[in-house]
């Protein structure tokens, strides 16, 4: 046997029973090591007497992960020294047992301690223990002790304190630990380093990074791991970029987990291009490094990016894990590709991860944001393991879809579980207030309800009650509240004031809003773009001139019109007034023929937004071939007449469109979806979802 074969040095270490079992428990030779436990049973050393042979035969055991043995052997002393309990307890915590430590802890108290005081080696291992199951409370009296006996000075000691604290989030104690006990090593910064980023104290982290720098300690793989980490947390790029030329030039090995801390620092600080350039020349990656890439694609917006690497990571059979699988499906609800994400939602259940709770969260975040919210809700009713981004995600999702009372159903749901609201559960529940016109019940939550709960209210919350107030018509109210307010508002929240006084048709406050937004960012494109069709309503064309000829100005340009849809897993772009399509002349043909059904049913153009100087005739023909009627057109003629029609468009849906879906809606007897740059609009017979307000 391979084992069984003489070692070099064997015959010098024959001698010394004790240095030849150490030896053995170095090179995990478990074989050759009973056969030296066999020979001291018969040769009558395995007595009391022979306490140094007899603790390392416990050391061999406990480093060949065969604690049976090691008890067994244990248990048959007549006389333990704290060598003894030092090798039984290393070994139950080299093999994860860490509950075990802990009783043996107290049974060596009870029993031994006159003879056997726990040296520093034992508190390192136990309060290392503690750390792993959460005993802060055991930690502290391990801490208590060694205080008063002075074996806090240890090295070794101090670090399993430091890394006690921290892992258990009292950061505090990690930090007075660090401070109070002199000398500090490379592991002890390292450990107080990445305790910090993970509590999020991360000035405090910055802090430590400065002295490990001024102090010229050795840096190695956990500390550039730690200090990658505290980058992406501040988007901190020089930072991460002068700590990435300080790894080129030390002899640190760019491992999986280096590599991947990189990738992660640079998607996070949105250098993208860097994040892959790291991520291609790595030699390892492992299915963490490539979901690190994918995130960063996800995050920042490129998610076409980010489906072209998941195909590539499959080609290159790493498979994917729940969170693969999370950023996947946020970043099929990002381009809003249902395919897609029927396509993922299959892979994932295949996989197995069909129960968990990430993947749950991100299906109900993608079925919700590409238009189908009953599948959103049946992904919700059957998880078994929800968290409060559950619930905010299904309730934002009911409100963006315009089913205020669902949301608000969903919300009373969620208060009678253990789980806390949050600044974005009041989001959507603010919303849906809106959108059901419950004035006085948003008031409610946002002053008495978000105060009950202990959630401060932020800018978007008071947006919310603007738009609340808005909806209702209670314009000078709104503004009021805005003037009444010590909030810093922003041009988003004066822009939701400007579109309801559009959609209110009070033109006086709107040119006033409108000169307020202005002078806040001059080169707002919404807010001029709303202001001109202000102008052009009241009829006031030389201000809708004068708009224009400042855009011009300022090269402000108002974003084309895109709208797309999926049919057969294909997505079809289209532009306002588009003539590319492969099958455009059909297009035109089918939007001539809707428009002759509709106009039956009392439709007429709404062309006051379009310059006045234009003939009626092009007028209608500048609306009639907006992006989403061209889209309608082609769903139309190329899916089943029972099928549903969901739209995307990257801009707010405008009024003649709005009117054209709902009466195609009813002409055709389909439903169409819309998801215009605000929020859903479902046409079903002839009304929407909105109730004509958006």
């Known amino acids: 046997?391979?084992?069984?074969?003489?070692?070099?040095?064997?015959?010098?270490?024959?001698?010394?029973?004790?240095?030849?079992?150490?030896?053995?428990?170095?090179?995990?030779?478990?074989?050759?090591?009973?056969?030296?436990?066999?020979?001291?049973?018969v040769s009558n050393q395995y007595s009391g007497d022979h306490v140094l042979e007899i603790n390392s035969l416990i050391n061999l055991y406990s480093k060949c992960a065969e604690l049976k043995s090691a008890h067994q052997v244990f248990d048959k002393m007549h006389i333990r020294n704290v060598v003894s309990w030092s090798a039984l307890l290393a070994g139950h915590f080299q093999n994860g047992m860490d509950f075990q430590v802990l009783r043996l802890f107290?049974?060596?108290?009870?029993?031994?301690?006159?003879?056997?005081?726990?040296?520093?080696?034992?508190?390192?291992?136990?309060?290392?223990?503690?750390?792993?199951?959460?005993?802060?409370?055991?930690?502290?009296?391990?801490?208590?002790?060694?205080?008063?006996?002075?074996?806090?000075?240890?090295?070794?000691?101090?670090?399993?304190?430091?890394r006690l604290y921290s892992m258990l989030s009292d950061v505090v104690g990690a930090m007075e630990v660090l401070v109070s006990v002199p000398g500090s090593d490379t592991c002890t910064y390292n450990l107080i380093l990445s305790g910090l980023v993970e509590n999020n104290y991360l000035n405090e982290a910055l802090d430590?990074?400065?002295?490990?720098?001024?102090?010229?300690?050795?840096?190695?793989?956990?500390?550039?791991?730690?200090?990658?980490?505290?980058?992406?947390?501040?988007k901190h790029l020089i930072l991460g970029q002068q700590i990435h030329n300080r790894l080129l030039k030390s002899d640190v090995e760019f491992d999986v987990f280096v590599c991947t801390s990189i990738i992660d620092m640079y998607g996070k600080c949105k250098d993208i291009s860097s994040a892959r350039k790291v991520f291609d020349r790595s030699r390892y990656r492992n299915v963490v490094s490539w979901t690190a890439m994918l995130s960063a694609y996800s995050q920042h917006g490129f998610f076409e990016e980010s489906l072209k690497l998941f195909c590539s990571m499959q080609s290159n059979e790493i498979a994917p894990n729940e969170s693969t699988f999370s950023v996947m499906l946020n970043a099929s609800a990002g381009l809003s590709s249902l395919g897609y994400g029927y396509s993922l939602h299959a892979l994932?259940?295949?996989?197995?991860?069909?129960?968990?709770?990430?993947v749950g969260n991100s299906l109900i975040n993608m079925y919700s944001k590409t238009g189908d919210i009953e599948a959103a809700n049946k992904i919700f009713s059957s998880m078994t393991n929800r968290d409060i981004i559950t619930w905010n995600t299904l309730i934002c999702g009911y409100a963006h879809h315009g089913l205020g009372n669902k949301s608000l159903a969903l919300f009373q749901e969620m208060l009678k579980t253990d789980e806390k609201p949050s600044h974005v559960t009041f989001l959507g529940v603010l919303t849906a207030c809106g959108h059901s016109g419950n004035v006085e019940l948003g008031f409610h939550f946002f002053h008495e309800l978000m105060k009950q709960k202990g959630v401060e209210p932020g800018l978007e919350h008071y947006t919310c009650i603007v738009g609340l107030l808005s909806k209702e018509g209670r314009l000078n109210?709104?503004?009021?509240?805005?003037?009444?307010?010590?909030v810093k508002w922003d041009a988003i929240a004066w822009r939701t004031l400007l579109n309801a006084c559009n959609i209110h048709r009070n033109y006086t406050l709107g040119t006033e809003i409108g000169n307020i937004i202005l002078n806040l960012d001059p080169n707002d494109v919404g807010s001029y773009t709303l202001l001109?069709?202000?102008?052009?309503?009241?009829?006031?064309?030389?201000?809708?001139?004068?708009?224009?000829e400042s855009m011009k100005k300022k090269k402000i340009k108002k974003e084309p019109g895109l709208s797309w849809l999926e049919i057969k897993n294909q997505t079809h772009v289209f532009v306002s007034d588009d003539n590319g399509h492969p099958e455009y002349v059909a297009i035109h043909e089918k939007l001539k023929e809707l428009f002759g059904k509709i106009k039956s049913l009392g439709y007429v153009p709404s062309i006051s937004n379009v310059l006045h100087d234009v003939e009626d005739e092009q007028k209608e023909d500048n609306v009639g071939y907006h992006s989403e009627k061209l889209a309608v057109a082609y769903a139309i003629l190329r899916t089943h007449k029972d099928a549903p029609i969901c739209i995307i468009k990257n801009l707010r849906i405008c009024d003649d469109c709005h009117v054209t879906m709902k009466l195609i809606s009813k002409v055709t007897n389909r439903v169409i979806s819309v998801r215009d740059a605000n929020r859903f609009h479902c046409f079903r017979d002839g009304s929407c979802s909105c109730g004509d307000y958006w």
């Open 348 to 358: 994932a259940e295949k996989k197995g991860f069909k129960g968990h709770k990430n």
């Open 1 to 41: 046997m391979p084992a069984l074969i003489r070692p070099p040095h064997f015959y010098m270490l024959l001698h010394d029973t004790a240095k030849l079992l150490r030896y053995l428990a170095g090179t995990r030779n478990l074989e050759l090591g009973k056969v030296v436990h066999a020979h001291l049973i």
């Open 106 to 162: 107290k049974s060596m108290v009870s029993q031994d301690f006159d003879l056997c005081q726990p040296n520093e080696y034992i508190f390192a291992t136990v309060i290392s223990s503690c750390s792993n199951v959460g005993y802060l409370s055991s930690g502290r009296q391990c801490h208590g002790y060694v205080l008063k006996s002075g074996l806090v000075f240890h090295q070794y000691v101090k670090n399993a304190l430091v």
């Open 532 to 548: 001109s069709n202000i102008y052009a309503k009241a009829n006031k064309w030389g201000r809708v001139t004068e708009i224009r």
């Open 208 to 234: 430590i990074v400065r002295i490990m720098s001024s102090e010229h300690l050795v840096w190695n793989k956990a500390t550039y791991i730690s200090s990658f980490g505290l980058c992406a947390r501040l």
């Open 477 to 486: 109210e709104a503004k009021d509240f805005m003037l009444s307010m010590q």
